[in-house]
């Protein structure tokens, strides 16, 4: 849980019930150079294990309701493992790519310009999101997918909660190369 929700868990029972446990990733392996790699223009990324509702929800929300608003034609890579019955949903846009399971997700993301996370709901800390941060990527999200990430300023992730503001925070994102490094760079710091 995150510190947030141990708090309320806690107060609402009465006691020492919950804890939080902080979340870790490897820096190393998320942070390695790597030379020669090149950004595809107006890609975006999303991570997740797609056989779990929340991760569903959101990729509808971003296909739906974010990307139809964005002005970029934007690429949406979608990584991880996405049962047919999901896929499916989606086969008739272009623009989205299912890449299943991955043997290197920081390749498969670091190759996009931006992670775009707003998550449709849940708890805890999105260590997908976290895990990005870590990899320098710019990270796009909402309150739910920020929910619980201890950070020292509010440059770290781009936080947007209604559709028109994640698809203006995205193509902010993808017209500016110093804003996605400045995203970047701060994120890995936090």
Known sequence: ????????????????????LSV????????????????????????????VAANVESLEMIIRDVLTRAKHPCKLYVVGNCPDEVRGRYSACENVVFTGRVDDLVTSVRKCEVLLAPIAFGTGIKTKIVEAMAMGMPVLTNDVGAEGIPLNGTEGLVIANSANELAEKLDQL?????????????????
Do not use: H
């Open 174 to 190: 993808l017209d500016s190369p110093d804003c996605r490094d400045a995203v970047s760079k701060q994120g890995q710091a936090d």
């Open 1 to 20: 849980t995150s510190p947030l929700e141990t708090r309320e868990i806690n107060e609402a029972m009465g006691g020492r019930k919950a804890l939080t």
């Open 24 to 51: 870790g990733v490897d820096y190393e392996l998320f942070s390695r150079e790597m030379p020669g790699l090149v950004k595809e223009r107006d890609s975006v990324a999303f991570v997740g294990n797609f056989k």
